[in-house]
């Protein structure tokens, strides 16, 4: 599981998960009561831990000990307006009185493209330039001679280049103990994906402090506690390509006759034979060198203390907090497509959210 929203798939009938894109990291789109604004967010009310309006995207999933999801009017009964969309409650694991327990899990694997498009090799593509101008424009000068293409051998596989097989690690380590009036849980994660795309990936660790303690018979007092640090490299994908510089799409529509990178070694690009191509930027060098970098500290901590007035009677009070610092840069080199419609770009975003 990549993500906790993740694990909400099949837990109810029309419980709808669907990541937003391909990225590692991307965030996931859930849908309890389907699509209610065109303006505003569809997305449930995360409740994790009795906090109420949690960010779940760096949540371990292995500190969940349940969810429940609440569809109908049960959630506008409990939380008003905020539960509109659907609500998910969401409760981490505790300690137990007992002896201490350890457990620890690891898994790694790797991830690829499933199957690349069947194209053609530069002396295919040349040798069909050729012969497609022969029939259209047959007073044309044609776009290759005989012993260019007897030179070009198989050129450039722009998706062998692009694509690359993956490693994906993850590692999870647990601590819980605790007497019949202190329980403790304490736990780790680490998370490693790297993108099927060069140069993309998503790093994350959290450490998490769940404590509870029986204060006298009556007051008890409990502290749920999260810190988590998230890396994400976004490949330049999402773009319409060409001479805004792309990249799944520009290896798709760059020649097999462009090399990677030109005689002097620089990367090249699109823009030759004059008249039959157009300009297409080199998907490799958009891949490098247009960085897009986001990091996130999330910091979670949620603590209670009730009292036990009567039998079935009790008085609770709780104070929360989830808080986010952001740090994204983005910066593209004038020496690629993209970064050239702008004579290079450069930014830093921090914001930061309080809760």
């Known amino acids: 599981v990549f993500g906790t929203a993740q694990l909400l798939q099949g837990q109810a009938s029309g419980v709808q998960v669907t990541q937003t ?27 994790v831990d009795g906090f109420a309006g949690a960010d779940i995207t760096a949540l371990n999933p292995n500190d969940i000990a349940s969810m429940d999801i609440l569809k109908d009017a049960s959630s506008t009964a409990i ?66 001679t005989q012993s260019q293409i007897d030179a070009l051998g198989e050129g450039t596989d722009w998706q062998e280049e692009l694509f690359r097989v993956a490693p994906i690690t993850s590692a999870n380590l647990s601590l819980t103990g605790g007497s019949a009036d202190t329980k403790y849980l304490v736990s780790a994660n680490f998370f490693n994906q790297q993108g099927i795309i060069i140069n993309s990936g998503y790093l994350r660790g ?37 001479s805004t510089g792309g990249t799944l799409l520009d290896a798709l529509r760059i020649s097999p006759t462009v090399p990677v990178f030109d005689a002097s070694g620089a990367y090249s690009f699109q823009n030759a034979p004059l008249g039959y191509t157009t ?42 907090t989830d808080d986010k610092f952001t740090n994204e840069k983005i910066f593209r080199p004038n020496t690629t ?11 830093i975003i921090n914001p930061i959210n309080y809760n």
């Not at 965030?27 to 997305?43: K, L, Y």
């Not at 007092?221 to 640090?229: A, D, K, R």
């Not at 993209?338 to 290079?344: E, F, K, T, Y």
């Open 79 to 144: 939380y008003g307006n905020r539960g509109a969309n659907g609500v998910v409650i969401i409760t981490t694991k505790s300690g137990s009185a007992g002896k201490k327990t350890l457990n620890a899990e690891v898994y790694t694997g790797f991830q690829q493209v499933g199957k690349k498009l069947d194209m053609m090799n530069a002396t295919e593509f040349a040798t069909y330039l050729n012969r497609v101008t022969a029939i259209v424009t047959p007073t044309a000068a044609l776009p290759f």
């Open 206 to 242: 959290t450490l998490r402090l769940n404590l509870t303690h029986n204060i006298s018979e009556k007051i008890h007092f409990g502290i749920n506690t999260q810190i988590s640090f998230d890396k994400q490299n976004l490949a330049n994908v999402n773009t319409t390509g060409g």
């Open 279 to 320: 300009v297409v930027g080199n998907p490799v060098a958009a891949a490098n060198l247009n960085t897009d970098i986001m990091t996130n500290l999330r910091l979670f901590a949620n603590a209670y203390a009730d009292y036990d007035i009567i039998k079935g009677l009790k008085f609770k009070t709780s104070i929360g």
């Open 21 to 47: 894109n391909s990225q590692p990291g991307a965030s996931f789109s859930v849908r309890i009561r389907g699509t209610n604004s065109i303006n505003f967010s569809s997305d449930p009310l995360y409740v």
């Open 337 to 347: 497509y993209l970064g050239a419609q702008s004579g290079g770009f450069a930014q």
